[in-house]
């Protein structure tokens, strides 16, 4: 899928990076399993109060609420359209140790010989 890491990369530098003195890191991680594949985008930034949290996590999951979080809100849109209920779309976060974002998608098994 086109445009899967470059926002969740993208909102790492912006809104945990960006701002924390020294700067951070970003990791990205990509294990496959027999049936899924597992992305997850993992900054040391200054991660989010649970509020804001549960606030992002809620406009996901809003179906007209463009205005803010485009970049998450269209990837976990684009995740749905694609997968339905077989993807997964997590966000954890902690203030002052950063934010992991984790992408679950089903993929085919691999072909016999």
Do not use: C, W
């Amino acid at each position: 899928m086109k445009l899967l890491l470059q926002p969740l990369i993208e909102n790492s530098i912006y809104h945990g990076l960006r701002e924390k003195p020294g700067g951070g890191s970003i990791k990205v991680k990509i294990l496959r399993r027999a049936d899924a594949l597992r992305i997850t985008v993992i900054d040391n930034g200054l991660g989010m109060e649970h509020a804001r949290l549960s606030e992002i996590r809620r406009r996901l999951r809003q179906p007209d609420d463009a205005a803010a979080h485009i970049g998450l809100r269209n990837t976990h849109k684009r995740l749905a359209l694609m997968y339905n209920e077989r993807s997964q779309f997590r966000i954890l976060s902690k203030p002052g140790l950063g934010t992991v974002v984790s992408i679950v998608i089903p993929v085919a098994p691999p072909a016999r010989r």
